[in-house]
Nanobody, 126 residues
Framework: QVQLVESGGGLVQAGGSLRLSCAASGRTFSSYVMGWFRQAPGKERGFVATINWKDGNTYYADSLKGRFTISKDNAKNTVYLQMNSLRPEDTAVYYC???????????????????WGQGTQVTVSS
Protein backbone atom coordinates (compact mmCIF):
# COMPACT_ATOMS: atom_id res chain seq x y z
CA GLN A 1 0.00 0.00 0.00
CA VAL A 2 1.32 3.41 -0.96
CA GLN A 3 1.96 5.76 1.92
CA LEU A 4 2.73 9.44 1.61
CA VAL A 5 3.88 11.43 4.61
CA GLU A 6 4.26 15.18 4.37
CA SER A 7 6.38 17.32 6.64
CA GLY A 8 7.92 20.77 6.75
CA GLY A 9 4.88 22.95 7.18
CA GLY A 10 4.67 25.70 9.74
CA LEU A 11 4.28 29.41 10.37
CA VAL A 12 6.37 31.84 8.34
CA GLN A 13 6.32 35.56 7.72
CA ALA A 14 5.46 36.96 4.33
CA GLY A 15 8.51 36.92 2.10
CA GLY A 16 9.95 33.87 3.82
CA SER A 17 10.56 30.36 2.56
CA LEU A 18 9.61 26.82 3.47
CA ARG A 19 10.49 23.44 2.07
CA LEU A 20 7.90 20.70 2.26
CA SER A 21 8.83 17.05 2.05
CA CYS A 22 6.78 14.06 1.00
CA ALA A 23 8.23 10.68 1.93
CA ALA A 24 6.77 7.92 -0.21
CA SER A 25 6.78 4.22 0.58
CA GLY A 26 5.08 0.97 -0.31
CA ARG A 27 5.83 0.85 -3.99
CA THR A 28 8.47 1.37 -6.64
CA PHE A 29 7.68 4.83 -7.90
CA SER A 30 9.62 4.89 -11.15
CA SER A 31 6.39 4.94 -13.18
CA TYR A 32 4.57 7.37 -10.92
CA VAL A 33 3.72 11.03 -11.01
CA MET A 34 4.01 12.90 -7.73
CA GLY A 35 2.12 16.10 -7.11
CA TRP A 36 1.43 18.83 -4.61
CA PHE A 37 -1.99 20.35 -4.09
CA ARG A 38 -3.23 22.86 -1.55
CA GLN A 39 -6.50 23.72 0.08
CA ALA A 40 -7.28 26.97 1.84
CA PRO A 41 -10.28 27.26 4.18
CA GLY A 42 -13.51 27.40 2.24
CA LYS A 43 -11.80 26.72 -1.09
CA GLU A 44 -11.37 23.78 -3.41
CA ARG A 45 -8.19 21.75 -3.35
CA GLY A 46 -6.07 23.18 -6.13
CA PHE A 47 -3.06 22.09 -8.15
CA VAL A 48 0.37 23.38 -7.21
CA ALA A 49 3.01 21.31 -9.00
CA THR A 50 3.82 17.84 -10.23
CA ILE A 51 6.88 15.85 -11.20
CA ASN A 52 7.29 12.73 -13.29
CA TRP A 53 9.39 10.35 -11.26
CA LYS A 54 10.91 8.68 -14.31
CA ASP A 55 12.09 11.61 -16.38
CA GLY A 56 11.90 14.47 -13.89
CA ASN A 57 9.57 16.59 -16.02
CA THR A 58 7.77 19.18 -13.94
CA TYR A 59 4.57 21.18 -14.28
CA TYR A 60 3.37 24.12 -12.23
CA ALA A 61 0.26 26.14 -11.66
CA ASP A 62 0.80 29.25 -13.75
CA SER A 63 0.34 31.56 -10.78
CA LEU A 64 3.12 29.82 -8.82
CA LYS A 65 5.83 29.57 -11.46
CA GLY A 66 9.00 31.24 -10.33
CA ARG A 67 8.24 31.02 -6.62
CA PHE A 68 7.68 27.29 -6.08
CA THR A 69 9.97 24.47 -7.17
CA ILE A 70 9.22 20.76 -7.07
CA SER A 71 12.05 18.26 -6.96
CA LYS A 72 12.78 14.66 -5.98
CA ASP A 73 15.40 12.53 -4.35
CA ASN A 74 15.30 9.05 -5.84
CA ALA A 75 17.49 7.52 -3.14
CA LYS A 76 15.19 8.78 -0.39
CA ASN A 77 11.90 8.25 -2.26
CA THR A 78 11.09 11.81 -1.33
CA VAL A 79 9.55 14.70 -3.21
CA TYR A 80 10.10 18.28 -2.15
CA LEU A 81 8.31 21.56 -2.64
CA GLN A 82 10.51 24.60 -2.16
CA MET A 83 8.36 27.66 -1.58
CA ASN A 84 9.93 31.12 -1.75
CA SER A 85 8.61 34.66 -1.41
CA LEU A 86 5.63 33.34 0.47
CA ARG A 87 2.47 35.42 0.67
CA PRO A 88 -0.48 35.31 3.05
CA GLU A 89 -2.59 33.91 0.22
CA ASP A 90 -0.32 30.85 0.15
CA THR A 91 -1.77 29.86 3.53
CA ALA A 92 -3.32 26.42 3.12
CA VAL A 93 -3.02 22.76 3.93
CA TYR A 94 -0.57 21.29 1.43
CA TYR A 95 -1.12 17.73 0.26
CA CYS A 96 1.20 15.32 -1.48
CA UNK A 97 -0.38 13.05 -4.09
CA UNK A 98 0.79 10.18 -6.25
CA UNK A 99 -0.50 8.09 -9.09
CA UNK A 100 0.81 5.71 -11.75
CA UNK A 101 1.27 7.54 -15.01
CA UNK A 102 -1.39 6.39 -17.47
CA UNK A 103 -2.94 7.40 -20.75
CA UNK A 104 -5.15 10.42 -20.38
CA UNK A 105 -3.62 11.50 -17.11
CA UNK A 106 -4.28 15.15 -16.26
CA UNK A 107 -1.55 16.42 -14.02
CA UNK A 108 -3.58 19.34 -12.69
CA UNK A 109 -6.74 17.30 -11.97
CA UNK A 110 -6.88 16.09 -8.39
CA UNK A 111 -9.25 13.23 -9.12
CA UNK A 112 -6.61 11.62 -11.35
CA UNK A 113 -4.37 11.01 -8.35
CA UNK A 114 -4.88 7.71 -6.49
CA UNK A 115 -2.95 8.30 -3.29
CA TRP A 116 -2.84 11.20 -0.86
CA GLY A 117 -0.95 12.19 2.23
CA GLN A 118 -2.54 13.61 5.35
CA GLY A 119 -1.49 17.18 4.58
CA THR A 120 0.71 19.73 6.28
CA GLN A 121 -0.38 23.21 7.33
CA VAL A 122 1.41 26.23 5.94
CA THR A 123 0.54 29.59 7.47
CA VAL A 124 2.00 32.81 6.12
CA SER A 125 1.60 35.87 8.33
CA SER A 126 1.51 39.40 6.97
Amino acid sequence: QVQLVESGGGLVQAGGSLRLSCAASGRTFSSYVMGWFRQAPGKERGFVATINWKDGNTYYADSLKGRFTISKDNAKNTVYLQMNSLRPEDTAVYYCAATPLRVGFRYHYRYDYDYWGQGTQVTVSS
